[in-house]
């Protein structure tokens, strides 16, 4: 490629949308139903027909209020899985929008089980079955029904783009021609997801991204905020999937679906040695392998066919692997157990509570930034339902807020875009590093696994081992930036390999600053591996010249209100 | 995990292309959808749901324990039918209808 192939777009939004999964669908979908008259601009870097977390479907609405319960008992559910270090705020309010959100769902398109009274049929306290396989285009055929969304398909969006009144747009390119993305706008919401491939996969060879969460999912949300100062939370409580072996499928569907228990190779029950939370169910099959019990298994033989049946078709509506390869081995599940296995450490807000540091009205410490989804942390257990109420709240907060911000002039936009522009361009013309961007990856993948608990380390470090991880990490840095591309393709794989290793690095830093061990199924702390009830409070991070800083902050118990103070 | 597009069956209309998650799909010299890199696939199966030609088929990789069937969907209305092949064996139909939720 040429130095003049890189065709420059600018665009301007009054709300951008950055990310469009199931959040940043529903942001979109709410601003626009608040006001007709605003431009809404949503950037995707695939197409928000198939993207995100929900590309394959989903089996379940797993956060909805079930009749006779109430949002402050999720509240304590919460409260109780994630070992305390939740924020209150965060949590109530997006419970509270759980069912509407779920009616929402229903209004578009989305099949939900009724009984014969019409009443939604749940499992549990928190969940009702749905047929999810299409919730995305369902999601993506609403956003057309306005007309002052516009959505921008397969461009990266790698920059928040900064000027003296904080963020005022961002910059990317097309992953399909030769083009540079410059976006103007008044507020904007990341809403990009969690991180996946820090850590070497269960898979690491052909069936690399078959993987719990979407590999294409890198963390570039937190990675674009971190780079800019925006402060981070709890970013050391990782998420570990208990899943089916080898599919990575999940494996609520068989344990919640048909009732089946966990079991070690000896018949026996042992999550009661490990409690019911989601860590100690991660925890789990690691343990009992470790202890000599191994492999572990759910336990499904002498289900019958009309289970069989049903499980099979559950798992094509969202995990479809799992379907395939019970008939093709002819191991279906009621003639031999499941057996499971943990997933590589993630990082995602929806599940467990890393993200950006956000006040109740979901606004970033960064001005002119606002976060929902998996990005955003302090609030586990989002899911779908919660995800998307983040989505409409944050976009409420950024439509009051509009008339304090004002638009950048199209002469400043491209100056401040100007670097990373310059930047893109280098890298299609300048071809010098011995290394390309797959042997980068795997050597920061490895570098995670052994030194900053990943499967291999049986999710166990220390302050040494994450020295070396900080280490390898700041030269793997150093070396991507030397990256060149011969294509957009490359492009993108560049830019994902520089964002997962600015969030590995906040990992790291993050791991090492809890000198406890709160959850052992997403890690273990090897100097320190006891719960220790003086750290109960959350650990934060933002960069100050380069470097991660820790801060930390109080739990903000009982309190339903949080404003950012300093 | 993966998915294998027949050329013979492909006729580039690209749907595949615009709906995989991980923008793995490219359109080839021929102007017919090829995945780049089998080892990036997520599984999802977005594409076989888009194609209207039947043309993209998904397997499981040897390492997760593949033994070469194919599993593909034919659509009839609301009704999807994963139809998997293996060999020497009559394939087997599953049909999922998306009227009706999942009761697991």
Redesign the interface.
């Known amino acids: 490629m040429k130095r003049d192939d890189l065709r420059l777009e600018t665009l301007r939004a009054d709300i951008l949308i950055v990310g469009g999964g199931a959040a940043g669908c529903y942001a979109a979908i709410s601003a626009a139903r608040i006001n007709p008259d605003l431009r809404i601009l949503v950037v995707e870097?695939?197409?928000v027909?198939?993207?995100?977390c929900l590309?394959?479907g989903v089996?379940?609405i797993n956060a909805y209020i079930v009749e006779g319960h109430t949002e402050h008992e999720y509240l304590e559910y919460v409260r109780w899985d994630a070992e305390k270090i939740i924020r209150d705020d965060l949590v109530l309010s997006m419970a509270k929008r759980f069912n509407e959100t779920t009616r929402d769902l229903e209004r578009m398109g989305l099949?939900?089980?009724k009984d014969e009274s019409g009443n939604y049929?749940s499992r549990g306290k928190r969940n009702i079955?749905?047929?999810?396989?299409?919730i995305k285009p369902i999601l993506a055929s609403e956003l057309e029904r306005y007309d002052n969304i516009c959505v921008i398909?397969?461009v990266n969006v790698t920059d928040l783009l900064v000027d003296e009144n904080g963020v005022c747009g961002a910059v990317g390119f097309s992953?399909?021609f030769e083009a540079a993305f410059v976006i103007a706008a008044r507020a904007t919401l990341v809403a990009t997801g969690g991180a996946a491939g820090l850590y070497r996969p269960n898979?690491p060879?052909?069936?690399?991204?078959?993987?719990w969460y979407?590999?294409?999912n890198t963390g570039a949300g937190y990675a674009m905020g971190a780079r800019i100062g925006a402060e981070m939370t709890s970013f050391e409580m990782r998420f570990v999937a208990q899943r089916c072996k080898?599919?990575i499928a999940p494996t609520g569907?068989?344990a919640?679906?048909?009732g089946a228990p966990e079991v070690n190779v000896l018949g026996e029950t042992y999550a009661f040695r490990y409690g019911h939370s989601t860590s100690g169910r991660a925890q789990g099959a690691t343990a009992e392998a470790l202890a000599g019990r191994g492999p572990c298994y759910l336990k499904t033989v002498g289900l019958s066919s009309e289970q069989e049946a049903?499980?099979?078709?559950?798992y094509?509506?969202m995990?479809?692997?799992q379907?395939?390869?019970w008939?093709?081995?002819g191991q279906t599940p009621s003639r031999c157990n499941v057996e499971i296995e943990g997933t590589e450490p993630y990082i995602v807000g929806g599940h467990t509570g890393s993200g950006y540091w956000i006040d109740t009205s979901r606004r970033t410490t960064l001005a002119g930034l606002y976060a929902a989804g998996d990005v955003a942390g302090g609030a586990p257990k989002k899911f779908v339902t919660g995800a998307m109420a983040e989505g409409a709240i944050a976009v409420e907060t950024m439509i009051d807020d509009l008339a304090s911000r004002s638009e950048i002039q199209s002469e400043d936009l491209v100056r401040v875009a100007r670097e990373k522009t310059d930047e893109y361009l280098r890298r299609m013309t300048v071809h010098d590093s011995v290394y390309n961007v797959f042997d980068l990856e795997e050597a920061m993948q490895k570098t995670m696994d052994v030194y900053a608990g990943g499967i291999s380390a049986k999710y166990r470090y220390n302050d040494n081992q994450l020295e070396i991880a900080q280490t390898r990490v700041a030269e793997l840095t150093q070396m991507a930036a030397a990256l060149s591309a011969r294509d957009m393709?490359e492009m993108?794989r560049i830019y994902e390999l520089i964002d997962r290793l600015t969030v590995c690095e906040t990992v790291i830093a993050h791991l090492k600053a809890r000198r406890e061990t709160r959850w052992p199924g997403f890690g273990v702390n090897a100097n320190y591996p006891e719960k220790n009830n003086e750290w109960e409070f959350f650990v934060n991070s933002r960069r100050r010249d380069g470097l991660v800083e820790i801060v930390t902050r109080p739990l903000t118990l009982g309190k339903d209100w949080y404003e950012h103070t300093n | 995990m993966s998915i294998r597009i027949d050329p013979k069956l492909c006729v580039g209309c690209g749907a595949c292309i615009e709906a995989c998650p991980g923008n793995l799909i490219k359109r080839g010299a021929n102007g017919k959808a090829v995945l780049k890199r089998p080892e990036e696939c997520w599984g999802c199966a977005s594409c076989l749901k888009e194609c209207r030609f039947k043309a993209a088929s998904y397997f499981l990789g040897a390492d997760i324990g593949g033994c070469g069937a194919l599993m593909q969907i034919e659509k009839v209305g609301d009704v999807a039918h994963w139809i998997i092949r293996i060999a020497g064996r009559a394939p087997i139909d599953i049909p999922v209808d998306r009227r009706s939720a999942n009761k697991y």
Not at chain 1, 310 to 314: D, S, V
């Open positions: 870097k695939a197409n027909k198939r993207s995100g590309a394959g089996n379940a099949v939900i089980l049929v079955k749905i047929n999810g396989e299409n398909n397969h992953v399909n898979n060879g052909f069936s690399r991204h078959k993987m979407p590999p294409f080898d599919t569907t068989i919640l679906g048909v049903e499980l099979c078709r559950a094509l509506n995990s479809p692997a379907t395939l390869k008939f093709e081995s393709d993108l």
